[in-house]
């Protein structure tokens, strides 16, 4: 439907077309870019942390969720806590790249204990 926005005879605006929100995707996937690298970086950090220090089964992986949680909350703080201005739902800033990051975790903090406690 082009014109400039009226509806009808009544004359009155529509404003449906300005209540929807608009992203553009190119900068959408460059602020999941960002939060995928964060949590892969902070992801390697914690993992040679936890294995410098010596945890072991449990508390690794307790280390490992404060980590990502203070990532969140870090990458919620960077948005300005209006993360709808930036991504398109909660999910994407706390739970993207969760898995991935688990993986790097777990390899650099083997990787670690391996060269401090072992060798």
């Not at 999941?32 to 089964?57: D, P």
Request: glycine residues 10%; aromatic residues 16%; proline residues 1%.
């Amino acid at each position: 439907m082009a014109g400039n926005g009226v509806s009808g005879a009544s004359g009155k605006k529509s404003s449906d077309m300005n209540d929807l929100p608009t992203f553009s995707a190119e900068k959408l996937q460059s602020n999941m870019k960002v939060i995928y690298y964060s949590r892969t970086f902070l992801s390697i950090i914690g993992g040679v942390i936890a294995g410098i220090l010596g945890f072991t089964g449990l508390t690794g992986f307790i280390l490992y969720f404060l980590v990502m949680a203070v990532t969140s909350v870090g990458l919620i703080a960077k948005a300005r806590f209006s993360v709808h201005s930036y991504f398109d739902c909660w999910n994407r800033v706390i739970l993207d790249g969760f898995v991935s990051g688990l993986m790097s975790f777990v390899l650099f903090w083997t990787f670690a204990y391996d060269i401090v406690h072992i060798f």
